[in-house]
C-alpha cells in the first residue's frame, strides 16, 4: 500500500507555469509507475502523462505534449509534473496515481491522491 498526496495546484493566469508535486508514503516510490490525471467538470478523469519505475521512459497526452514534464526522484518518494504555457483548458482537477503497469489507461492505477486543483484564467 502506497498512499500519495499531491500539491501545488493554484490559480495562474493563461501562459504561466506551475509544478505539481506527488509525495509518496507507506512504500518506496520506485517499484511504481506512476501517472498524472486530470478532471475536469462533467468530464471523465484523463491521461495526462506517464513515467516508468526509473525515469527513463515517459508518455504524455496529446493535449499537453511539449507542454508538460513528469519526473520522478525516487529518492525523495516524489513525482513532478511540471506545466508551462498553460491554458483555460488545462483546468481540472489533477491526480497522481500509482500503477504496477506503465500505463496510460487510468484502470491500470491502483492506488490515488486526493488530486490538487489547478485554474488557468483567461
Known amino acids: 500500500q502506497v498512499q500519495l498526496v499531491e500539491s501545488g495546484g493554484g490559480l495562474v493566469q493563461a501562459g504561466g507555469s506551475l509544478r505539481l508535486s506527488c509525495a509518496a508514503s507507506?512504500?518506496?516510490?520506485?517499484?511504481?509507475?506512476m501517472g498524472w490525471f486530470r478532471q475536469a467538470p462533467g468530464k471523465e478523469r484523463e491521461f495526462v502523462a506517464a513515467i516508468n519505475w526509473s525515469g527513463g521512459s515517459t508518455e504524455y497526452a496529446d493535449s499537453v505534449k511539449g507542454r508538460f514534464t513528469i519526473s520522478r526522484d525516487n529518492a525523495k518518494n516524489t513525482v513532478y509534473l511540471q506545466m508551462n504555457s498553460l491554458k483555460p483548458e488545462d483546468t481540472a482537477n489533477y491526480y497522481c496515481?500509482?500503477?504496477?503497469?506503465?500505463?496510460?489507461?487510468?484502470?491500470?492505477?491502483?492506488?490515488w491522491g486526493q488530486g490538487t486543483q489547478v485554474t488557468v484564467s483567461s
Open positions: 496515481g500509482a500503477s504496477q503497469r506503465y500505463s496510460v489507461l487510468k484502470n491500470a492505477y491502483n492506488n
Open positions: 507507506g512504500r518506496t516510490l520506485s517499484s511504481y509507475c
